[in-house]
C-alpha cells in the first residue's frame, strides 16, 4: 500500500527556501507513484459529459414528416427540438424572466417566452373536485346584489369570457376580417411562419404535472392567461427534482410573495422552418458536398448582385431563390454577372435567376437618393466607403470638382453637397441621362454642370474655357483606363490666356496593380503617363478586388513643370 501524502503548511515551508545560504539551494524532490485499484479508479473517475450544445442547426433536431411533401417542400427542412418549459401566470412572466435569465432559451429570432392557444385563460381549470351540493334559486334581490359587486363602471370585472365575447381584440377583429377576404390571408400567415411551440398531449391530460405531482405553489389554474418560459436545452427531459437549485429558489421565492401563484413544468416540443434557417445553412443542406457556399453578395436597391463560380452554374437557380427567400422583402430581384465588363460605357452583361425582371432601381447612399439602371449603367456599392472618405476628408466647402468619369453620380452629387461647383461628364448617354435624374431628385440642378464627352475632349474643354471656375480637385475614378488618361494634363495650362489664375489641381487617379509592390507599380505608371517623375504621391489602397489584385487611389498636386510643358499625348 502506498504511503499517505505529506502536507505542508505554506508558512512552515517557505521561511526556509528564504533562509540566508552561502552557496546554492538545491530541491531533490522524489515522486512515488500512487497505486489503487480498479474499483477505486472507477468510483474516482467522473462519468462522462454530453457534448456541449451550441444552438439549433439543420444537422441536429429531429426531422418531420410532411403529411403532403409534394405539396410543400420547405417543410423538409423543419426540425423538431425536445424542450422543457415552465408554464407561469402571464403576471409574473416577466419577474421570473428577469430572475431565471441564464438558465432560459437562448437562440436567435426565438423568444424564451410561448404563447399557446389555450394560454388565454378562456376555459376555467380547476381540479377535480368533491361533487357540490345543488345551489338555491336565486331571487331577483340576490342577483341584483351579486351583480353590483362583480359589476364596476369599467365593465365586465369577474366575467373574463363574457367580456372577451362582447369586446373582441385586435387579433380577433384582423382575423375575422381575413376570413371575409377568404383563406389566403391563412395561408400566408402559415407560410411565414418561423417557428412554433407546441406541448404533446396536453389536450388528452392537462393535469398532468400540476401541482401535488411535478409542481411548485398551492394554487389551481383559476382561468388566468398563462405563459410558456422555454427553459435552456440542456435541461430538456428533466424532473423537477433535477432542475438546478437556483430555479427551485427562484420559484419557491415566487411562490411565497405570490400566495396563490403556481408553477407547472411541461415538456414542449420547438419546431423550426424554413424560415428560421439562415442562407448559408440552407445552401449547405441543398447544394452536393464539398462545393463552396456563396457567403455575399452585392445590393444595388432591391437587387442582389451575385458573381458565382463555375462549380455554382449547375445550381445557379436554386442558390438566387434561397437568397431572395432569405432576404425578403428588401431583396426583389437576384442577379448573376456572366461576363466581365469589356466595353468602354462599363455595363456589365446580368442574367436574372429569380425575381422580379426590371433591373431599375433607387439606391440610397449618404441620404442621397439615386436612380439606376443596372442593364444600361455602371454602379458599385462597394465604393461607398471611398466615395465618403473623398468628401468627408478631402473635398472642402471651397472646392471646384471636375469629375471626368462621374457615371450616374455619385460622386459629383455627392460632393455638390459640400462643395462650391461640379463639373461632371460621362462618355455613356443613358448614364449621362440619369445622371441629371438623379441632380434632379436630390435638388442640385445649381451647383452641377453635366457633360457627355470623351474625357480628353472634357478635360480641353474645361481648360480652354473662359466661363470656368477654377479646378481644385479632379476625379478620374476609373480603375481600369485613368492612368493612360493622365498625358492630357501634360501642358494643360500651356495656353491659357492672360489673366485666368494658374492654380495647380489635385488629381485623385484610380487604378488596378497585381504586382507585388502595387504602389510602386501604381507609381511608375502615372509617372510614364505624365513624363516626368511626380513627388510626394499619397497612396490609398481602397479595396482587394481579387486575390493579388488591389483597387489603388493615387492623390498628387499637379507639378507645375507638367501643367506648362509642351503637351504630348502619344509617347514620351
Known sequence: MAPPLQH?????????????????????????????????????????????????????????????????????????????????????????????????????????????????????????????????????????????????????????????????????????????????????????????????????????????????????????????????ESYAKRSVGELPEAV????????????????????????????????????????????????????????????????????KELIAQVVLDKNKPKIRTVVNKTDAIQNDYRTMQLEILAGHDSLVTTVIESGLRFKVDLATVYWNSRLATERQRLVNSIFTSSDVVCDVFSGVGPIAISAAKKVTYVYANDLNPIAVEYLERNIVLNKLERKIEVFNMDARRFVTAIYSSQHVRPITQVVMNLPKDAAEFLDIFRGILRNRQAGQPCVMPKIHVYGFSKAEDPEYDFNERINLALCDNVANIEMHRVRLVAPGKWMLCASFTLPESVALAKPNYIMC
Open 248 to 315: 427551485k429558489v427562484v420559484l419557491d421565492d415566487e411562490t411565497k410573495q405570490g400566495g396563490s401563484s403556481s408553477y407547472e413544468l411541461v415538456q414542449c416540443q420547438l419546431t423550426l422552418f424554413y424560415n428560421y434557417w439562415p442562407m448559408n445553412e440552407v445552401l449547405e443542406a441543398l447544394l452536393p458536398e464539398g462545393i463552396i457556399i456563396p457567403a455575399g453578395f452585392e445590393t444595388v436597391g432591391h437587387i442582389a448582385h451575385l458573381n458565382l463560380r463555375d462549380e455554382h452554374l449547375p445550381y
Open 8 to 232: 505542508f503548511h505554506p508558512r512552515r515551508l517557505l521561511p526556509r527556501l528564504h533562509l540566508p545560504t552561502s552557496g546554492r539551494l538545491f530541491l531533490h524532490l522524489q515522486l512515488r507513484p500512487l497505486s489503487c485499484s480498479s474499483s477505486q479508479a472507477s468510483a474516482q473517475t467522473p462519468p462522462p459529459h454530453p457534448p456541449p450544445l451550441h444552438g439549433p442547426t439543420l444537422r441536429r433536431g429531429r426531422r418531420t414528416a410532411p403529411d403532403h411533401p409534394e405539396e410543400d417542400p420547405l417543410l423538409s427542412f423543419a426540425r423538431t427540438f425536445d424542450l422543457a418549459a415552465l408554464r407561469v401566470p402571464a403576471a409574473a412572466c416577466a419577474p421570473l424572466e428577469r430572475r431565471l435569465r441564464g438558465h432560459l432559451l437562448n437562440w436567435p429570432r426565438v423568444r424564451n417566452i410561448a404563447r399557446l392557444p389555450n394560454d388565454d385563460g378562456h376555459a376555467l381549470l380547476l381540479p377535480p373536485s368533491a361533487p357540490a351540493l345543488p345551489a338555491s334559486p336565486l331571487t331577483a334581490v340576490t342577483r341584483r346584489d351579486r351583480l353590483a359587486r362583480q359589476f364596476n363602471a369599467r365593465g365586465f370585472v369577474q366575467f373574463p369570457n363574457l367580456a372577451k365575447m362582447s369586446r373582441p381584440s385586435a387579433r380577433a377583429q384582423r382575423d375575422k376580417k381575413g376570413e371575409g377576404r377568404g383563406g389566403d390571408k391563412e395561408a400566408k400567415r402559415e407560410k411565414d411562419t418561423v417557428y412554433v411551440v407546441k406541448v404533446p398531449g396536453e389536450e388528452e391530460d392537462q393535469w398532468k404535472g400540476l401541482v401535488g405531482e411535478e409542481g411548485f405553489g398551492s394554487g389551481a389554474w383559476r382561468g388566468e392567461p398563462t405563459r410558456l418560459l422555454l427553459l435552456d
